[in-house]
């Protein structure tokens, strides 16, 4: 059993910069690849970002350029710099664990689900 917990969450006003983390609990963390999704008010949760075992990253393209993702392995934290906020970017952000390592973009192959915190972008 992997536990999430994000922390990190809050009110910015547009242009501002969050970061967001999120603490695994386990002793196998580095193996896992780790995802950011995000989820508005009445729209369906998307894919952010995602960091494999290997540290390859990968976004989505609307938060490519703004949105940084991170790990530390000795941390068992996973960490999301967002910058250049935008009211688009308000949502509930989860983090993820997909314990095959691989880097996924589809919330189903993920085994593992944080709580989620709320980010709110005023313009």
């Known amino acids: 059993q992997v536990q999430l917990v994000e922390s990190g969450g809050g009110l910015v006003q547009a242009g501002g910069s969050l970061r967001l983390s999120c603490a695994a609990s386990g002793r196998t963390f580095s193996r896992y690849a780790m995802g950011w999704f995000r989820q508005a008010p009445g729209k369906a949760r998307e894919f952010a970002a995602v960091i494999t075992l290997r540290g390859n990253t990968y976004y989505a393209d609307s938060v490519k350029g703004r949105f940084t993702i991170s790990r530390d392995n000795a941390k068992n934290t996973v960490y999301l710099q967002m910058n250049s906020l935008k009211p688009e970017d308000t949502a509930v952000y989860y983090c993820?664990?997909?314990?095959?390592?691989?880097?996924?973009?589809?919330?189903?192959?993920?085994?593992?689900w944080g709580q989620g915190t709320q980010v709110t972008v005023s313009s």
């Open positions: 993820a664990a997909d314990l095959s390592g691989r880097a996924t973009m589809t919330s189903r192959e993920y085994d593992y």
